[in-house]
């Protein structure tokens, strides 16, 4: 029963050694290759180091439940033969598949966090950062979190392709997790790497920072987390040769977590919804 309940002071411990690898990883490779300067003592770090621990923490107590639900689900729903199927696959065609899968899942979430306003006043807390680089990967508000990762769950579970089949499975979602996570980090690293047509494979810093220009058409562009071509299928590319000028949001966004994380449930945060509360009003 013990094994249910965190051991916060363990798991924080755990992300504190997380933290120092990625700065060890990160910070270098901002320093060497920086697309713009900058200290990493910037404005709203001690904001996103916090986003770091509370996102650490936070959206894996509250997944936990709908994520064993969907376990159970799958493994009632989906026929004992597809499920024997899939799993006789090789790893590396299980990962790919996952990858696609979560991937598709992941764009379309994130697509109705831009384009459903309610969802939007959540999202929004990411998008609102001026100063784009690692850490910017950590701010994000845990209900868009959980919203998200709920949608790139739920096909997989849906398919087969994560589930309680066998032991091995276990390791789908772990690499794809790994792999998801480190990459959203270098998408958002103050890097001016290009990667030729690889970029057409893998999504790079300029495809994301593009996703945070203050500019709201480019904004709503893409959407993907690793596979850019997937913005080409659904008609939401946009990668230009230059970078963005300026990124952020022009709404006005609280200065600290604590006003970041109640200020989706306090007010109209999108353009239409506040000039629909402007005409109501
Ligand atoms: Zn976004
Ligand atoms: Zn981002």
């Given amino acids: 029963m013990s094994g249910h309940i965190p051991n916060f002071p363990s798991e924080l411990v755990r992300l504190a050694v997380w933290l120092a690898l990625l700065s060890a990883i990160f910070v270098p490779l901002e320093r060497l290759f920086a697309l713009e300067p900058k200290s990493i003592f910037r404005k709203q770090i001690a904001v996103d180091l916090s986003y770091y621990f509370l996102n650490g923490l936070v959206p894996g107590l509250l997944l936990a439940g709908p994520v064993a639900l969907m376990a159970i ?32 899942g ?57 589930g309680p089949m066998r032991a091995s499975d276990g390791v789908v979602p772990l690499i794809v997790l790994f792999a998801g996570t480190m990459w959203g980090y270098f998408i958002h690293a103050n890097v001016r790497w290009r990667l030729g047509p690889m970029e057409w494979l893998i999504s790079t810093p300029a495809f994301h920072h593009w996703h945070h220009t203050m500019g709201e058409q480019q904004r709503n562009c893409n959407y993907a987390s690793m596979l850019p071509w997937l ?21 006005p966004m609280a200065d600290t977590i604590v006003g970041q994380l109640v200020q989706p449930l306090r007010e109209p945060r999108s353009p239409s919804e506040r000039a629909s509360a402007a005409s109501n009003s």
């Avoid at 999202?123 to 868009?144: K, L």
């Avoid at 913005?231 to 709404?251: C, K, N, Q, S």
């Fill in 106 to 162: 992941y764009y379309w979430a994130h697509r109705m966090t831009h384009e459903v306003p309610f969802l939007w006043r959540f999202h929004a807390v990411h998008h609102s950062a001026e100063h784009i680089d690692f850490m910017v990967n950590t701010r994000a508000h845990p209900v868009d979190l959980v919203f998200t990762r709920l949608c790139m769950l739920a096909p997989l579970f849906a398919l087969g392709l994560v």
């Fill in 231 to 251: 913005d080409r299928i659904f008609g939401t590319h946009h990668l230009p040769r230059e970078w963005p000028a300026r990124y952020g949001i022009p709404e």
């Fill in 73 to 104: 689900a799958s493994h009632r729903l989906i026929p004992g033969g597809v499920a024997a199927a899939i799993s006789a696959w090789p790893l590396w065609l299980r990962v790919c598949a996952a990858m696609v899968v979560g991937e598709t």
